[in-house]
């Protein structure tokens, strides 16, 4: 898939996949929605806003209201890349998402997930 594609895809046709991601290793829709509100500062309804809309994820990122601060703690690899080493901002922002669901299916708590 070519960035540009991954750019229009809507968010909320990946979502989906997060919280069936996180729920088959037992963990919740909830935490889900938390990580994402962590990242990108949304509240609970304008999540759902964005979800129902079908937002995607270039806009979904652009529109997101603060984008945590403490997200350049999130290191390691997803996809075979390093998220630190992303030079590409918007992908940087994808991946940081993807590597704490990840995080969330792998069983790390809360607080280590949110770098608290």
């Not at 998220?83 to 940087?92: C, F, K, R, T, Y």
Request: aromatic share 8%.
């Amino acid at each position: 898939m070519t960035k540009h594609k991954i750019y229009t895809m809507k968010f909320s046709s990946v979502y989906p996949h997060y919280v069936t991601k996180a729920e088959k290793k037992g963990r919740t829709k909830e935490e889900v929605d938390e990580i994402i509100r962590w990242l990108t500062g949304y509240s609970q309804e304008e999540l759902e806003e964005q979800l129902e809309k079908g937002t995607d994820f270039e806009n979904f990122f652009a529109e997101a209201s603060g984008m945590n601060p403490s997200r350049n703690m999130i290191k390691g690899v997803i996809c075979g890349v390093r998220v630190e080493d992303i030079e590409e901002p918007l992908m940087q922002e994808i991946r940081y998402l993807d590597k704490m669901i990840d995080e969330l299916a792998k069983g790390k708590t809360m607080e280590k997930i949110l770098r608290k």
